[in-house]
């Protein structure tokens, strides 16, 4: 049997290789179009990926930000009593730069602050890249805590402290003045404190500081006080009166404040301290008067023959080599005054001064001038308190639980 092939028509073979044309056309628009829309999406995630890493750095930068600012709030020599704004505030520290990143870019803190509420102090830290449209920031509350000067248990001292006695009873009427009538006026080392505390003409009286201003004001003053004493023990013993209020050593306090500058023979600034500690060491026989006093202060109970401040107490200690120097008429001192000499101020008394505070002897004391002034002021309710108003500097600072933040 024979099989005939008939032969194409031409017009359907080419019909058919334009079918096959489109066909291949459309498999290859579509695949470019995969690949167009694959290469996008990886371009896009690449950015997302990028741009993730980038935050993530940016904000692990912030937060060592953070770290350094509190890590800054616990050097001693940092204590914060105002507002900080870096850069170009005062006091700043040097603002850190972080280059061992994972994306290679540099961050730098671009701002760093310190703001200062009434227990606490607010960190916040802001980084930037080199990219200055990446940043984050962090912030986180502390409270420093000051340096023990004081015990944990201590209050604010009556106005006067001996370890011995009163030698010779008070002529021309000096006054004490007392925040509450029961309070002690003195105490004594002394177990017979009784036969060696002789009241003779000091003048004991109440205030009130109706202002708040830590000055005792005209009409202030308040009814007369029964001359109260009262004794601690731990005497006879090297610094006995020191060791009633303070826990650390009297020879860590001197190095203290000879370390921050605070050593005076003449020219004892006026006001308050400058830095921490507000420690002074006084290298002075005496006797002291305002000419001792140097610089240019004013201010609310405050001029330039005052020592110290409202609010802002110096612990004066004058060492045994000084001796035991008046702290004559003129002068205003707020704080506490304490000698180390056992011997020296047996014979020679405090001189004609206003002190708001009080005054600690180590041995006995002679009677004051007529016109001196002894007013007790409640410095702080425990230790800690007394630490932070008498400004010894910062020990450490914490953190205060549930307080950090990233935005």
């Not at 579509?30 to 167009?36: E, I, S």
Request: glycine share 12%; hydrophobic share 35%; with cysteine.
């Amino acid at each position: 049997m024979k099989t005939h092939t008939l032969p194409l028509n031409p017009a359907f073979l080419r019909q058919r290789g334009a079918a096959t044309l489109l066909v291949v056309m459309m498999l290859l628009i579509g695949m470019a179009l995969l690949t167009l829309t694959t290469s996008r999406t990886g371009i896009m995630e690449q950015k997302i990926t990028g741009n993730d890493i980038r935050a993530k750095d940016v904000q692990e930068a912030a937060e060592a930000g953070l770290e350094y600012g509190i890590a800054w709030a616990k050097d001693p020599e940092n204590s914060i009593d105002a507002d900080i704004n870096c850069p170009g505030g005062a006091n700043c520290p040097t603002l850190p730069t972080i280059t061992n990143s994972t994306s290679g870019e540099v961050y730098s803190i671009s701002a760093l602050s310190f703001v200062k509420g009434t227990d606490y102090i607010k960190v916040t830290a802001t980084a930037q890249g080199t990219d200055t449209s990446i940043t984050a920031t962090s912030e986180s509350f502390i409270k420093q805590l000051a340096k023990p000067l004081f015990k944990g248990d201590a209050v604010s001292p009556p106005p006067w402290v001996t370890a011995g006695c009163i030698t010779t009873a008070a002529t021309g009427t000096p006054s004490t003045f007392l925040l509450d009538s029961t309070a002690p006026a003195v105490i004594s080392g002394s177990s017979s404190d009784a036969g060696c505390l002789p009241q003779g003409h000091l003048n004991v009286s109440t205030w009130t500081d109706d202002n708040g201003n830590g000055v005792l004001d005209n009409g202030e003053n308040g009814s007369s006080a029964p001359f109260n004493t009262g004794t601690f023990s731990g005497c006879p013993a090297t610094n006995c009166a020191w060791k009633q209020y303070f826990q650390v050593s009297l020879a860590d306090a001197k190095h203290s404040a000879i370390d921050a500058g605070h050593g005076y023979s003449g020219n004892i600034p006026c006001g308050a301290a400058d830095s921490a500690p507000s420690i002074y060491v006084i290298n002075n026989g005496g006797p002291i008067n305002s000419g001792d006093i140097s610089g240019s202060c004013s201010g609310v109970g405050v001029d330039g023959t005052t020592i110290g401040a409202p609010g802002k107490p110096i612990l004066l200690i004058v060492p045994s080599s000084a001796g035991c120097p008046k702290f004559n008429g003129g002068v205003t001192i707020y704080g506490i005054v304490y000698y180390e000499s056992t011997t020296a101020c047996a014979s020679q008394g405090w001189g004609g001064a206003t002190i708001y505070g009080a005054v600690i002897w180590e041995g006995d004391v002679d009677k004051p001038n007529a016109n001196s002034k002894f007013i007790h002021v409640n410095y702080g309710g425990s230790g800690a308190d007394l630490d932070i108003s008498f400004g010894t500097g910062v020990d450490d600072a914490t953190r205060i639980p549930g307080t950090w933040k990233d935005f």
